[in-house]
């Protein structure tokens, strides 16, 4: 059964620090891999997909990185704002289950 | 960029009562989904559906659930006798071609069930 787990659980850095923030799986069958935000209270808004056979995507400041075979991938934050406080979700599309199963989730705090 | 959009934003139902949840997809997708996530928890998947059938379910949609493609726009969950434990936010998604696309997601509606 596939897992998703993220590490850490919670993360404070202050202003202008880059980041990563790490996702890990237990099957490597899958489609494809998305990271998500989420604010308190509000939705999904989706911020980078990477497709199984890629092995990096970027969006601004916002670098994602898929290694399949080693079940793992990061989300790397540059220089990091107060705005960029959320909770980071990964989620993989599972090849075996045919469904995007999410991660625990990443709460981030940037301290102005 | 198109959007998924989710009403209502907060519903607050007695325990016992039917909800319906609302959806309206992304146009020109084929793919649709309910998720949920009650609070402090993982979001998980309770049903995708296609082609004006459920296509897969989880453990968690039991017969209290259905889903419903009323129209050529609107995607609905219902929950016929509300429990406690339905409170959660609910996330409706929509995807152009279903495994291996990108899931757009609503904004989710908050349930509470007193």
């Known amino acids: 059964k596939q897992e998703v787990t993220q590490i850490p659980a919670a993360l404070s850095v202050p202003e202008g620090e880059n980041l990563v923030l790490n996702c890990s799986f237990t099957?490597?069958?899958?489609?494809?891999l998305q990271w998500f935000r989420q604010d308190p209270g509000k939705g999904l808004t989706s911020l980078l997909l990477?497709?199984?056979?890629?092995r990096e995507q970027t969006s601004g400041r916002l670098n994602a990185s898929l290694d399949k075979s080693s079940g793992r991938s990061t989300l790397y934050i540059a220089a990091s704002q107060p705005g960029d406080s959320a909770t980071y979700l990964c989620?993989?599309?599972?090849?075996?289950?045919?469904?995007?199963?999410f991660g625990t989730g990443t709460l981030l705090a940037v301290q102005p | 960029e198109p959007e998924v959009t989710q009403t209502p934003s907060h519903q607050v139902t007695q325990m016992g009562q039917e909800v319906i949840l609302r959806c309206v997809p992304i146009?020109?997708?084929?793919?649709f989904y309910w998720y949920r996530q009650i609070l402090g928890q993982k979001v998980e998947f309770l049903v995708s559906?296609?082609?004006?059938?459920?296509?897969?379910k989880s453990e968690i949609f039991d017969d209290q659930f259905s889903v419903e493609r009323p129209d050529g726009s609107n995607f609905t969950l219902k929950i016929r006798s509300t429990k406690l434990e339905d409170s959660a936010m609910y996330f409706c998604a929509s995807s152009p071609n279903g495994s291996g696309e990108k899931l757009f997601f609503g904004s989710g509606t908050q349930l509470s069930v007193l």
């Open positions: 146009s020109n997708h084929l793919y």
């Open positions: 989620a993989v599309w599972d090849g075996a289950t045919n469904k995007l199963i």
């Open positions: 559906f296609y082609n004006n059938e459920i296509s897969e």
């Open positions: 099957d490597s069958a899958i489609y494809n």
């Open positions: 990477i497709q199984s056979s890629q």
